[in-house]
């Protein structure tokens, strides 16, 4: 079993940056990739952005130019730096696994991003 930790979210006036983390504790060597989504308010759980083997990244086009993903193998963590904030991206931010080729069913508990206008 995975736990996974995330943290660094917070209230941000727009135009702000953050950076949040998600740590990986417990099983953790068959982990093939870590990534973030995020779920708004009345609207589904979508992806962020995601790191392969601790190198390789995936960002969604419309969040591209603002959003990067980085991961450190030796912490078991990742990274998700947030430029240039925009309200729309008031979030729960979530970070999850995949093990092999499956993304896991079990998420963390998110932490919070506002950003304000």
């Known amino acids: 079993q995975v736990q996974l930790v995330e943290s660094g979210g917070g209230l941000v006036q727009a135009g702000g940056s953050l950076r949040l983390s998600c740590a990986a504790t417990?099983?953790?060597?068959?982990?093939?990739?870590m990534g973030w989504y995020r779920q708004a308010p009345g609207k589904e759980r979508e992806l962020v952005a995601a790191i392969f083997g601790g190198s390789k990244t995936h960002v969604v086009d419309s969040l591209k130019g603002r959003f990067t993903i980085s991961g450190d193998n030796t912490k078991n963590t990742v990274y998700l730096q947030m430029f240039s904030l925009k309200p729309e991206d008031t979030a729960v931010y979530y970070c999850n696994i995949r093990i092999g080729s499956i993304w896991s069913s079990n998420w963390g508990q998110g932490t919070q991003v506002t950003v304000s206008s």
């Open positions: 417990g099983r953790t060597s068959r982990i093939t990739a």
